[in-house]
């Protein structure tokens, strides 16, 4: 079993930046992918961006540009830098993680970023 704790997240204006934070409980290599989703009220879940394994990165079209996924190998620990903040980016942000084969799938408990002036 994978546990993933994130940290981050909170409150900004438009135009502002927020990191997030992800920390699995095993060894980044023995995973498939590492991301970020996020909900809004009343929407699906959606994929925010991902890195995998081999540290490619892919991002929704909403967010190129102004997200960037990065990971500390040694820390098992994989970051959202959200910067140019815009009120539709509110929602509340899960990450992810997909087992080596594809077949288990990890979530963390969730985290609150709210973009309003």
């Known amino acids: 079993q994978v546990q993933l704790v994130e940290s981050g997240g909170g409150s900004a204006q438009p135009g502002g930046s927020l990191r997030l934070s992800c920390a699995a409980s095993?060894?980044?290599?023995?995973?498939?992918?590492m991301g970020w989703y996020r909900q809004a009220p009343g929407e699906q879940r959606e994929l925010v961006a991902l890195?995998?394994?081999?540290?490619?990165?892919n991002y929704a079209d909403s967010v190129k540009g102004r997200f960037t996924i990065s990971r500390d190998v040694a820390k098992n620990t994989v970051y959202l830098q959200m910067n140019s903040l815009k009120p539709e980016d509110t929602a509340v942000y899960y990450c992810?993680?997909?087992?080596?084969?594809?077949?288990?799938?990890?979530w963390g408990q969730g985290t609150q970023v709210t973009v309003s002036s």
């Open positions: 992810n993680a997909v087992g080596r084969y594809g077949l288990d799938d990890y």
């Open positions: 890195i995998t394994r081999g540290g490619s990165t």
């Open positions: 095993v060894s980044f290599f023995s995973l498939n992918t």
